[in-house]
């Protein structure tokens, strides 16, 4: 199957302008005998009264290329502005062509059209927007990937079969022990980082602060993915590789805008911007084989008692073993430290909900106590107060999916296998959604919660596809309980530690590249608890 993409491709590349109009390069194959026959029917009924796909309005190829250029409206803008400002010109649905191979997107910001996506989305979800990486993936020149082994930037039955694998050892509640005591061992680096780079007199971190806090994701991922401290944190590393790695996931991540989202002629010529991307993930790649090789030596030494993720993936199949520890280390550092960034920020300027959340903690786990399955069964706060920072301040812009089937989206027919952007995430501080958006309330998400805001309005949302910060269904990010562990983990820590405070401004604190990123000096103040 992907060797056909493989021909596509090299046949797109004597057309300079070709690319994929309405479709993906894999061809959807949903199993919808799950669905109500009165819901397809009805959806069957909404296409033929549509308006024809042709008349979806969006900026042209043209406009395109001109805006993301020096002078253009989008140069050196941010995605979420970009695709603000089509909004404002276009309306709540659009179209963004595609060029130089890559694919055209719709873009929808109506939650109904999102529900129709996800319900219809079938066996095998199409998810767009890893094919950087899948063709990263598919000219490696070794035998690590091919057709049946692409990680999760895979499709169809391949996907399925890898998810298959490691959803038993990455999302059963059971094994989130197997996380407790490596990400634990880095918190308590990151707390005596904090005293060492704090300013004595200001007790200020210095504005460069986000480096530690990706370091601090960097860590706790590692020690997972390959069952190894590599004390980042501490800034002691005795791993010569950590810093290499590191390095190389901030070269990956910048690609995934550069060539992502912007317009890029890498799939006909290797640009500079590639020729980085490649190598790092050469490297990338290289390194986290070492470490599983040393991680199958060690089971083979030891009669392998499955102590750890990587164990139990290792004794799975080799391969796979790589390649989730790859897949871990890009969708988990820089993603994480975003999370976290935003959640501190929230800790900081809501004193009141940092002393509830204290509270919680202390009254729960204690001041010194070891974080164990048992003592953080009961933190309903905690995880509201997680909940309500990913609505404050969220990942990305929203989800990608490729229709499974012909449907009708805002009153247009949109053919089965057409990519869409559904820009739930750019809704979660819109009225029509959320009562007080723009307050952080925690509460909302208590489902003890009966309280009401000053006039009368309810504080729960009111709509089930406007939060789905991990995604949804069976495509739903795989490392979803190490985030939230490491989430958990790191804030109660930190409260129990420190009262934390942030005296600058935070407008404009995110900038959306491919994924928000932090843009101002995060100098928060530490102060120790007595």
Known sequence: MLSKIVRRQRCNRLNFWTHKEFSTAIDIKPDLSALETSYVSDLQKEWQAAKPFAGIPGPTRF?????FMKGGDFHDKPFDAVLGLFRERYGDIYLM????????NLITFNLKDHEK?????GAYPLRPGNELTLDYRLTRKDDLYDEDNLGVVGHGSQWSKFRHAVNPVLMQPRNTVLYIDPVAKVNEDFIERIHEIRDPNTLEVPGNFLTEIKRLAFDSVASIALDKHFGLVSNKSSVPEALELFDNFQVFSLAMYDLGIKPSIYKYFKTPTYRRFENSMDRITHICRKFVDEALERIEKSGGEGKSVLEKLVKIDRRIAVIMAVDMLIA???????????????????????QKLREEILNTIGKNEKFTMENMKNLPYLRAFIKESLRIYPLVFGNLRSTGMDLCLSGYQIPKGTNVIMTSNMLLQDEAYFNSPKEFLPERWLRSNNEELSDGASLKYNNPF??????FGPRSCVGKRIVDLEMEITLANIVRNFQIEFNYSTENAFSTYFMNTCTIPLKFKFTDLK
């Open 63 to 67: 406009q395109m290329v001109r805006g």
């Open 97 to 104: 062509p595609g060029m130089f191979g890559q694919n055209t």
């Open 117 to 121: 996506i996800f319900r219809t989305e």
């Open 332 to 354: 988990g550092t820089d993603t994480t430290a975003t999370i976290m960034s935003g959640a501190l920020l929230c800790l900081a300027t809501n004193p009141d909900k940092q």
């Open 466 to 471: 406007i939060f789905l910060p991990f995604g």
